[in-house]
């Protein structure tokens, strides 16, 4: 599964009235992501205190809100270098202290493997922006080209995470008791799906780094056999 640019523009239409109606009220794009990174922050702290309920919905919420700062600066006419920059950066500060509260809050919890699958969830997703931003500085798929390779672009790891987030805190993550069971405490089905959508989004991030090598591969190629003009 990938989203193309195509569908990325009809997706950004979508928003632009609401985008509209906020430049309207006085809010400029960077102002739009420095919301939208608040928002995600709040969902962050909602996470780790293991309101995983409410948390999903407010990282989900702040992820959809990102998408008003580019387009209110397309809009408006006020695209910037700089924009970008800031956009780009508090995305990541954002996906950063998202995983960082699913750490804690599995770790209050004494969920052992919480915290390793949250770590290689992060690291593998970081990892997908990485090689997006390097070969952009490098000349390859300039702008958001690579965006539309890979299976598990932002978009996707934040629909996905948000539903195990939702439907984990649903289900319940504390553990409870078998009645007349041998041992102990049995593990919360809602955890388990929240180490699955985090498995989910490691492997599909792993696969997507891999295309995104192999995209820049193939450019690079072309580009050395492309006679200079």
Do not use: C
Not at 184 to 198: D, E, Q, S, T
């Amino acid at each position: 599964m990938t989203i193309s640019n195509d569908s990325r523009t009809r997706i950004k239409k979508v928003f632009e009235p609401i985008a509209l109606g906020m430049g309207r009220l006085g809010l400029t794009p960077d102002g739009l992501t420095l919301i939208g990174f608040g928002i995600t922050a709040v969902g962050a702290v909602l996470i780790a205190m293991q309101l995983w309920l409410a948390g999903g919905i407010v990282v989900f919420i702040g992820g959809v809100f990102d998408m008003f700062d580019g387009t209110l600066a397309r809009a408006t006419g006020k695209v910037s270098k700089l924009g970008a920059f800031m956009d780009s950066v508090f995305d990541r500060a954002g996906e950063v202290i998202v995983y960082i509260g699913i750490v804690l809050g599995f770790e209050e919890l004494g969920i052992l493997h919480g915290p390793v699958f949250a770590a290689a969830a992060l690291g593998s997703a970081v990892m997908v922006s990485y090689t997006r931003s390097k070969s952009d500085g490098l000349g390859f798929t300039a702008g958001t080209g690579m965006a539309a390779i890979g299976v598990m672009p932002r978009e996707v790891r934040l629909v996905i995470l948000s539903l195990g987030l939702i439907i984990g805190g649903i289900l319940g993550t504390q553990p409870y008791s078998i009645e007349g069971g041998a041992g102990g405490a049995a593990f919360p089905v809602g955890a388990y799906v929240i180490l699955i959508a985090l498995g989910i989004i490691t492997i599909g991030s792993v696969i997507t780094v891999i295309q995104r090598i192999l995209h820049v591969r193939s450019q690079a190629k072309t580009m050395s056999t492309t006679p200079a003009k």
